[in-house]
């Protein structure tokens, strides 16, 4: 009995020390500098093998993991934006996505399943949220293709969409498309206080962005408005990047379909190896409400 005890008092220290050892996986002799070091053969032998980060379906997914401080340092891959992302231990970044290459165009559409390539959404803030169906003025769809846009209602979101490699690019554009819709009643709407601002960084979605594109919902002599995504108007500016904003006022009455601006695009955006884009929505009633789909960078 004795020697058995001894025995087995000797498997568990050295199993014990082994802890603290260098760890292989798929190899009995790992790096002396490596605390854990996984190899793509089994031995040196055998087909190869790669190595796949924990994966979350979404943002949601991601943000459910409740991060803390000292939990900088986390990788995630995040599915639906197709982005390794680290978490800082304040936030998550973009260590890299799909679309950081050089491309020739990438869609944010919204959807459960993103477009292909698609423009990821580095972040969003406030109180914006997906959204589906009709609307109730005009009674058309809350999106443009698929299922599902991305809207806000008596409240502010701010959304950032990168970052993206366009440094082989010489003629890039941004495009959105626009709706305001009126809840519960047709006479309500969109007013001059109720703006959309779309702003560029040439150095990611960390660096510097300059306002470029403003939209009102309408003036003081004309406001109340409401246009679903069918509306015909367009408008277009050239970034210039002097955080001087070109301005747009929306046109007025309900379902007003050529007076109300759906199509918004910004050209002549600069070469860049780290660009991003920042859309802000303003309401300030519950019987307002800002949507917005298919925000598309495109080399021409």
């Known amino acids: 009995m004795q020697f058995k005890n001894c025995l087995t008092l000797f498997i568990i220290l050295f199993s014990a020390s082994s802890v603290f050892a260098q760890v292989g996986i798929g190899t009995t002799n790992p790096s002396a500098v490596a605390r854990m070091e996984v190899s793509s053969q089994t031995n040196g032998v055998g087909s190869y093998r790669g190595f796949t980060l924990p994966r979350v379906p979404n943002i949601a997914a991601r943000d459910a993991i409740a991060a803390t401080p000292t939990d900088n340092g986390l990788l995630v891959y995040v599915v639906d934006e197709g982005c390794l992302q680290m978490w800082n231990g304040i ?7 799909d679309s950081e290459i050089t491309i020739g165009s990438a869609t944010q559409n919204f959807e459960i399943i993103p477009a ?7 972040n969003d803030t406030g109180s914006g949220d997906y959204t589906t169906g009709l609307g109730d003025f005009p009674n058309t769809p809350l999106y443009v293709s698929g299922d599902r846009g ?5 409240g502010a979101v701010e959304l950032v969409l990168g970052p993206v490699d366009i440094s082989g690019v010489t003629d890039l554009t941004f495009k959105l498309r626009l709706a ?8 309500n709407g969109m007013d001059s206080t109720d703006t959309v601002v779309i702003s560029i960084s040439t150095t990611g979605p960390e660096g510097t962005f300059t306002q470029e594109l403003l939209i009102k919902g309408g003036s003081a002599l004309d406001s109340n ?12 500016t050239s970034y210039d990047g002097d955080d001087l904003p070109t301005e747009f006022v929306s046109g007025g009455g309900n379902n007003f379909s050529t007076g109300g601006i759906s199509y918004l695009e910004i050209t002549g ?19 307002e409400l800002w949507v917005i789909d298919d925000a598309q ?4």
């Open 91 to 97: 936030k998550w970044l973009n260590v890299a996505c």
């Open 116 to 122: 292909s390539p698609n423009l990821p959404i580095y």
């Open 150 to 154: 991305f809207g806000v209602s008596n």
């Open 180 to 187: 305001g819709f009126a809840n519960s009643q047709v006479t």
């Open 225 to 236: 408005n409401n246009w679903g995504f069918d509306a015909t108007r367009s408008v277009t």
């Open 269 to 287: 955006i600069p070469n860049s190896t780290n660009l991003a884009i920042k859309i802000e929505m303003l309401n300030n009633k519950a019987n």
């Open 297 to 300: 960078i495109i080399a021409n």
